[in-house]
């Protein structure tokens, strides 16, 4: 999948649930349709977003000044073919956050750079059915600053292509369907929910997080060389264990199952005047709703909503 989806995924840094996810309708077409001027095995793609907020499956990273977030990934297709399993692909990639306002570091008295994370990311993805598709990652999010300890986690997503089953009863033009998808997260050290700096942390546990989203998208403004997408991902966050923990008055930790619900509007639009040979390139701007249960409240400054907004580019070849 092309990275400049990944705004698609609504949550941070390595947005690696989209990395097989959402790359389902691609990866059937790509046996009938040319890719552009790489056809070969390996794709890569790459860009830089720009935020004003971050927050992390729900938790508060940054939400004052700007954030740049630029990112790399390549992509290699190792199989592809017509019975049940179609496709299978290994993806790699970097994704990081340089924050402009004092980050936690600073505040602490402590490094003062600006490179608060650096993420690295590694896994598999598979095709199956036309339909269905399935990814393992692996990330480690490091803070070249020491605003927080590395963490590392798992992340198994299963993704479906629905936008057959709509094709008889919305008749939207561009409506690509529901896009439904369902994400288990198992951290293996560390935890996010430790608080990064923040008044309020609460992890002593490595946690286990259940994520579910839909990423239904139409076309709003139909143009043969740049039509403009409107796309609303919806994802809400739950722990299944440990994963949003926070310290009660009494000191006994108690583990909120709700972390957060999260909704945006995307509006993207294809760079066309970009020839084809420097690969194909997209902008787009996002606005996002976040509402937060009672442990993403706390580390949030003890607010339960918050809008934030986010601009990007980024290409793939």
Not at 46 to 53: Q, S, V
């Amino acid at each position: 999948m092309s990275r400049t989806k990944r705004y698609l995924t609504t949550t941070l840094g390595a947005a690696v649930l989209g990395a097989a996810m959402l790359g389902t309708p691609a990866a059937a077409q790509a046996q009938d349709e040319p890719a552009g001027p790489n056809t070969g095995k390996i794709s890569f793609s790459a860009g830089i977003d720009i935020a004003d907020a971050y927050y992390f499956r729900g938790i508060k990273q940054e939400n004052d000044g700007v954030q740049l977030q630029p990112y790399f990934e390549m992509n290699i297709d190792l199989y592809e073919g017509d019975g049940i399993l179609q496709s299978l692909g290994i993806v790699l990639g970097s994704w990081s956050s340089f924050h402009f306002d004092d980050p936690p570091s600073v505040r602490a008295g402590g490094d003062p750079s600006r490179w608060y994370e650096a993420d690295i990311y590694a896994g598999l993805s598979l095709g199956l059915a036309d339909t269905w598709s399935l990814s393992a990652i692996y990330t480690a999010y490091m803070s070249p600053n020491g605003a927080f300890t590395t963490v590392q986690d798992v992340n198994f997503t299963i993704g479906y292509d629905d936008s057959g089953c709509w094709e008889q009863i919305v008749q939207i033009d561009g409506f690509a369907g529901l896009q439904p998808w369902v994400s288990f997260i198992a951290e293996l050290d560390n935890q996010a929910d430790a608080g990064n700096g923040f008044p309020g942390a609460g992890g002593t546990e490595e946690g286990v997080a259940l994520l579910v989203g839909i990423t239904p998208s139409m076309t709003l403004i139909a143009s043969e060389d740049m039509p403009v997408t409107l796309t609303v991902p919806v994802t809400a966050g739950f722990s299944i264990e440990d994963y949003y923990e926070r310290i009660k008055p009494s000191g006994s930790v108690d583990d909120d199952n709700f972390g957060y619900v999260e909704v945006g509007l995307v509006l993207s639009t294809p760079l066309a005047f970009i020839p084809a040979d420097y690969g194909e390139w997209e902008v787009y701007g996002s606005v996002n709703f976040l509402f937060l249960g009672e442990t993403t409240e706390e580390l949030n400054s003890d607010d339960d909503f918050e809008v934030y907004f986010k601009i990007g580019a980024g290409f793939t070849y």
